[in-house]
C-alpha cells in the first residue's frame, strides 16, 4: 500500500499485484482505492455485486483502457490489454469480467514520495503494437491529481479510450434523492425522468445543469450524457453532492470529452468520462485529471 498526505488528505494507492488491483480490467497503475478528507469524510467504495456480470474488482479512483485486439487473433494467441497485460484469447473474444490464466502482466515500476508516486508502465510488443505508460499521481491540500502519458512504442498506429471509473461514495449514504451530479459546462437538462442506455426510465432526472436520483434504490441506472451543447473550455467539470452530508468531490477532466456515461447501483456514484487517445508509432500524448474533495462541516 502506498500512501501519499497532505494535512487534509489521505489517498491509499494499491500497488499493482496486491488485491484489488489484481485485476484483469482495470490499469494497474494509480489504482486509487481509498480517499478521506480531514480524517472523517470517506469517498471511495468498491463495485457493486448486484450488476448484471461478475464483478471486476474495481474499487475507488481506477481507470481503464478500451481496445479489443482480441478480434484480430485465434483462440490461444495472445492479445494486449492496455495496463494490464498480454492476455491469451480463449474460444471467444475477450470478455470485460473474465479473469485470464496464464496473463503476461506489465512490469510496472513506482516510485513514492510523502505526496507524490510515480508509475512506469513497460510495453511488451505483441502484434506490432506496444504502448508505454507514465502516471503521476500526487496530492496538494484537497486536491488528488493524476498525470498520464502514452507513448506508441509499437509498429502500428493505436487508437483506445480511456476513463476512471470513479466508484464513489460519500460516507457510505446509500443512494437517494440527496445525491446530485452536477454539470456546469452543458446546457439544461431540465426536470424530467431519464432514459437509460436500454430505452427505459431510469432513477436520474434531470436537474437544471445535472441530474438528482429520483428516490432510494439499490437498482441500476445508466445513462448516456448529451454533450453537443458543450463549450470550449480548459477543463470538463462534474461535481457529485451528497446534501445530507454536505460534502462533494468535483472532477475535472483537462480534455475536450470523447463521451460521458453517469450511473448508479447500490451505494455508487459513477461518472465516467472518456479521452479518446489516437497515436501514430513514435507519437506520445499527455493527459490530466484532477479531483478535489470538500466539505461544509468546517466553513
Known amino acids: 500500500m502506498i500512501l501519499l498526505s497532505t494535512p487534509r488528505l489521505r489517498v491509499e494507492i494499491t500497488e499493482p499485484g496486491q488485491r484489488p488491483n489484481d485485476t484483469c480490467r482495470f490499469d494497474r497503475a494509480g489504482y486509487i482505492s481509498d480517499v478521506t478528507l480531514d480524517g472523517m469524510v470517506h ?6 455485486r448486484n450488476l448484471w456480470h461478475p464483478c471486476t474488482g474495481g474499487r475507488g479512483l481506477c481507470c481503464e483502457f478500451l481496445a479489443d485486439y482480441s478480434r484480430e487473433v485465434l483462440p490461444g494467441a495472445y492479445f494486449p490489454k492496455f495496463g494490464v497485460g498480454l492476455f491469451p484469447r480463449g474460444d471467444e473474444p475477450h470478455i470485460f469480467y473474465r479473469r485470464y490464466e496464464n496473463m503476461q502482466e506489465f512490469p510496472v515500476r513506482v516510485t513514492a514520495s510523502e505526496n507524490q508516486v510515480f508509475f512506469e508502465t513497460e510495453a511488451i510488443p505483441c502484434r506490432g503494437i506496444a504502448l508505454k505508460l507514465k502516471k503521476t499521481v500526487s496530492v496538494h491540500d484537497n486536491v488528488l491529481t493524476m498525470e498520464t502519458e502514452a507513448c506508441n512504442s ?3 498506429p493505436v487508437s483506445t479510450r480511456e476513463y476512471c ?3 464513489l461514495c460519500i460516507n457510505g449514504m446509500s443512494l437517494g434523492p440527496d445525491y446530485s451530479i452536477e454539470l456546469p459546462d452543458l446546457g439544461d437538462f431540465g426536470t424530467d425522468t431519464q432514459i437509460d442506455i436500454y430505452g427505459n426510465p431510469c432513477n436520474w432526472c434531470g436537474d437544471g445543469h445535472g441530474f438528482t436520483l ?3 434504490s439499490a437498482e ?12 470550449e473550455t480548459e477543463y470538463f467539470t462534474w461535481i457529485i453532492r451528497h446534501k445530507g452530508d454536505g460534502a462533494w468531490v468535483e472532477g475535472h477532466d483537462y480534455f475536450r470529452p470523447d463521451g460521458m456515461d453517469i450511473w448508479a447501483a447500490d451505494h455508487i456514484v459513477s461518472p465516467e468520462v472518456f479521452y479518446l487517445l489516437a497515436l501514430e508509432p513514435g507519437e506520445s500524448k499527455y493527459w490530466k485529471r484532477t ?3 470538500e466539505t461544509d462541516k468546517y466553513l
Open 154 to 156: 509499437g509498429e502500428r
Open 43 to 48: 469517498f471511495c467504495s468498491s463495485e457493486p
Open 214 to 216: 429520483s428516490r432510494s
Open 165 to 167: 471509473h470513479n466508484f
Open 291 to 293: 479531483w478535489t474533495f
Open 220 to 231: 441500476v441506472a445508466y445513462i448516456h450524457v448529451d454533450l453537443s451543447s458543450l463549450h
